[in-house]
T-cell receptor, first 113, second 115 residues
Framework: AQKVTQAQTEISVVEKEDVTLDCVYE???????LFWYKQPPSGELVFLIR????DEQNEISGRYSWNFQKSTSSFNFTITASQVVDSAVYFC??????????WGLGTSLAVNP | NAGVTQTPKFQVLKTGQSMTLQCAQD?????MYWYRQDPGMGLRLIYY???????DKGEVPNGYNVSRLNKREFSLRLESAAPSQTSVYFC??????????????FGDGTRLSIL
């Protein structure tokens, strides 16, 4: 069975703190893709990153970084020096060989001034 | 720069009424999706259309029907609305048919309340 677990339901930090959002997945597929999406208070979901199972290199985009580790089946997302505009719900998603898309339940991040 | 457009943005219905949620994308994407989002339950797939002319059920299709009118448009119909269908509905699209590895692009959502 395929599964995505975002164990942190809600996180609250103070501006400028670093914060890591966890995503743990389960799949038996050898080829799969992992995604992160952001849903700000305005409601729309925005695609952030896609990673395939053969590429374990970490990725950095400005204050955002992603750590993909197959050994622990994790694809964690770190925001460095968080800002109020980072307040959102963040979703992790798994896409495997069977074309099913498995979404995590999301982590609600509140960044307080 | 429209992307995925959903109408209406808000709607209140009485139990038993019917309505159609509209979705259109201008990115020439092949695949389109309808999700519902409820507190604590994440995103659940209602129906999807891998390409023009095809539709398939997702996790929670009961009480809904869909029409892939053309490549651009994918509508979701509630024939007889029930309070359990109170939710936020999202339409999404992705570029390549049958390829789940593609990023999805989402509309702004429709907030639907059934009284």
């Amino acid at each position: 069975a395929q599964k995505v677990t975002q164990a942190q339901t809600e996180i609250s930090v103070v501006e400028k703190e670093d914060v890591t959002l966890d995503c743990v997945y389960e799949t038996r597929d050898t080829t799969y893709y992992l995604f992160w999406y952001k849903q700000p208070p305005s409601g729309e979901l925005v695609f952030l990153i896609r990673r395939n199972s053969f590429d374990e290199q970490n990725e950095i985009s400005g204050r955002y970084s992603w750590n993909f580790q197959k050994s622990t089946s994790s694809f964690n997302f770190t925001i460095t020096a968080s800002q109020v505009v980072d307040s959102a719900v963040y979703f992790c998603k798994l896409a495997g060989n069977n074309r099913k898309l498995i979404w995590g339940l999301g982590t609600s991040l509140a960044v307080n001034p | 720069n429209a992307g995925v457009t959903q109408t209406p943005k808000f709607q209140v219905l009485k139990t038993g009424q019917s309505m159609t949620l509209q979705c259109a994308q201008d990115m020439n994407h092949n695949s389109m999706y309808w999700y519902r989002q409820d507190p604590g339950m994440g995103l659940r797939l209602i129906y999807y259309s891998a390409s023009e002319g095809t539709t398939d059920k997702g996790e929670v299709p009961n009480g809904y029907n869909v029409s892939r009118l053309n490549k651009r448009e994918f509508s979701l119909r509630l024939e007889s609305a029930a309070p359990s269908q109170t939710s936020v509905y999202f339409c999404a699209s992705s570029e390549i048919p049958g390829q789940s590895n593609q990023p999805q692009h989402f509309g702004d959502g429709t907030r639907l309340s059934i009284l």
